[in-house]
């Protein structure tokens, strides 16, 4: 008796085995609603996704697990994270966070927290996050796993923006009622340091990845202003030329939105006024003015996928960075507009999360990471 392990010819090699092929990387753009206030008429309650190689086509609706005001309405979404950690998805409404699982797709925990919540970060290596009260006077620290809180950081700046560094040790708060940028140590849960004044309170903003420029919204700004992270210092005040402010739907202030292409190259900035997005050469300082794009409404946000192939407005316009043109409008399994300035680029493989993409237009030049 003998047991055949694998035949093969005199003086040749045994046979391999076929492996079996590796699951496929399935790229999704997630877009929490209502994420233009709360206005349902823009995706309902819930997570619309989208098939990012696929034309952005609809391909599911999760609806909302929680997220409720007292009288049993959806509240306004405030911001979403991601934890390949905790393989969970956060969304901040005005009054809790809801943790959900990504491959179950249940609700995990939903949590209320002093003040209520604004526009969350979370830290790179997925356990922490940063939850700016609703425009009060401090930042809550929470872990992200438990959802229990941490720490409390005060800063009486009217807590709303929140960017966690890509290197894990820093994390930039933006409040409402400040001109000042506060930067706060991750391992101490401290503020150590201002950069600014900026011309008015500030609004959305970005960093580069090396952490040395931060680009900022101010109030009453069709532009931006640029700071150094090292010094603490402004640089610079970039007007939009050729477009005048004029009214805008939402936010108060001209442009709200802004954001880095991953390779840094390029500013992209809203105009909620003329509906437009500036596009910015970023090579040279002051950023130059180069062109502008006609989107489908107001624009209140501005992201990148993370191959820096498109750019996602908050109107749910698609638009080819290279080309500067429209390629693709979000829409519902119904064919309803979808709008939304919160939404993250998620990859799955065997339906399981393996990359999460940066919402908040955060350049990729330099960035170290910490895991």
């Not at 532009?223 to 030329?241: N, W």
């Not at 442009?255 to 997005?277: K, V, Y």
């Not at 993370?306 to 399994?333: C, F, N, Q, W």
Request: net charge positive; proline share 5%; hydrophobic share 35%.
């Amino acid at each position: 008796m003998f047991t055949l392990t694998g035949w093969r010819a005199p003086g040749g090699k045994p046979r391999k085995q076929a492996s079996a092929p590796a699951p496929a990387l399935k790229r999704y753009l997630y877009v929490i609603t209502p994420g233009v206030r709360n206005y349902l008429g823009y995706g309902g309650h819930g997570i619309q996704v989208f098939d990012i190689d696929n034309g952005h086509r609809f391909v599911k609706f999760i609806p909302g697990k929680g997220g409720l005001r007292k009288d049993g309405t959806p509240s306004n979404v405030k911001g979403v994270a991601v934890s390949l950690a905790t393989n969970c998805l956060y969304i901040s409404t005005l009054e809790a966070i809801q943790c959900l699982d990504l491959t179950t797709e249940k609700l995990v925990w939903e949590r209320t927290y002093e003040g209520g919540a604004d526009r969350i970060a979370i830290s790179p290596d997925g356990t922490t996050l940063y939850v700016p009260s609703l425009e009060k006077e401090f930042w809550t620290v929470v872990n992200a796993k438990t959802g229990d809180v941490i720490s409390k950081i005060v800063t009486n700046s009217g807590a709303h923006n929140t960017i966690y560094g890509p290197d894990g040790k820093h994390v930039y708060l933006a409040g409402l009622k400040s001109t000042m940028l506060n930067v706060a140590d991750t391992k101490t849960h401290t503020v150590t340091k201002q950069v600014g004044p900026f011309g008015a309170d500030i609004r959305p903003f970005t960093i580069n990845g090396a952490q040395t420029r931060v680009y900022v919204n101010v109030n009453g700004l069709l532009g931006f202003e640029v700071g150094d992270l090292v010094t603490g210092k402004k640089l610079h005040r970039v007007e939009v030329q050729g477009f005048n402010i004029g009214e805008v739907k939402r936010h108060g202030c001209p442009s709200h939105g802004i954001g880095l292409t991953p390779d840094e190259r390029e500013l992209w900035l809203c105009d909620g006024a003329n509906n437009r997005i500036h596009v910015f050469d970023n090579t040279v300082m002051p950023p130059a003015q180069r062109t502008a794009i006609l989107v489908r409404d107001m624009p209140g946000w501005i992201s990148f996928s993370a191959d820096g192939h498109y750019a996602y407005p908050s109107t749910g316009d698609v638009i080819d960075v290279k080309t500067r043109r429209i390629v693709a409008t979000l829409e519902d399994d119904h064919y309803n507009a979808v709008q939304s300035e919160k939404m993250v680029e998620i990859h799955f493989r065997d339906n399981k999360p393996v990359f999460a993409g940066n919402q908040f237009g955060i350049g990729q030049v330099g960035a170290k990471t910490s895991h």
